[in-house]
């Protein structure tokens, strides 16, 4: 996996919690990335229909309520995201042996469905739970403080 969905999913919380359209600086600024890579993952997300831009601006979904139900699942669908990635595979189909002949095979559907596993959970998490997490986190520290 690459770090494209944690942009993805940090500006679309961002943009559901500002409510507002912004610029890719602005976005990549809260992010802490470049603009650019902010610009390329975002325009994914539009192909997709999560997100929709209005003179160089991203605006989150068609509107403040359907962002709320935008699902990480959603957002890593369009992202085309493997949380589990094989780029080595071990043994070999050509030899005689059935662990060394079967084991990328086996590896393959197993990481196939890890990946599925993963966006069934992230379809359970929509952008809204994911500010709320964070705010509550926020009323914790302050109330900790103020002790």
Known sequence: MNSDFAVAVHAMVYLHHKACTLRSEELAENICTNPGR??????????????ETREGRFLSGYSYEKTRTVTLGEISRALDTKFADLSWKSGSEEMDCKVASGMAGYMDGLYDELNRRCREYLDTIAVADVEQTLFKEEDKRKARVNL
């Open 38 to 51: 902010v610009r390329r993952v975002m325009s994914r997300l539009k192909k997709a229909g999560l997100v």
